[in-house]
């Protein structure tokens, strides 16, 4: 898991912050379960009774919501979801493994291993 600020969500996904940028996020959250270090998608009108309530981090939601009561940090953009969907793999995803050989890893003898590779544990390679 990652944690980036509102701002550099805000980035990442083309849209306008409202309120204080500098708020670190580092999950996604509902609107009814999010807590100050989430941030929340607000994607239409069905969901301002929730978003009123919030104590998300920040919000994501479109321009319609942008001045509807609701948390103070907000990521205003136009298409919401795929926003969403932007923000949810820079927060959530997996680095990539780092290259060597674990130690209970078995290998064939006559192997020949790249640069970069990962091969983690029990793992068995043959020839």
């Known amino acids: 898991m990652h944690a980036l600020t509102a701002r550099a969500i805000a980035d990442l996904v ?6 204080p ?5 580092c999950r996604i959250r ?9 941030l929340a998608p607000c994607l239409g009108e069905r969901w301002s009774a929730s978003l009123a309530e919030s104590t998300a981090g920040a919000v994501l939601l479109p321009p319609s919501l942008a001045s509807a ?3 103070r940090t907000r ?10 969907a932007l923000a949810g ?3 959530h995803s997996t680095p990539p493994p ?7 890893a078995i290998l064939g003898a006559s192997l020949s291993i790249g640069q970069n590779v990962a091969i983690a544990a029990g793992v068995v390679v043959g020839d």
């Open 14 to 19: 083309g849209g306008t912050v409202t309120g």
């Open 21 to 25: 940028d500098d708020v670190v996020l």
């Open 30 to 38: 509902s609107l009814e379960r999010a807590g100050v270090d989430a």
């Open 69 to 71: 009561p609701g948390p």
């Open 75 to 84: 990521i205003v953009v136009s298409d919401p979801a795929a926003a969403l």
């Open 89 to 91: 793999a820079a927060l």
């Open 98 to 104: 780092q290259a060597g050989i674990h130690p209970s």
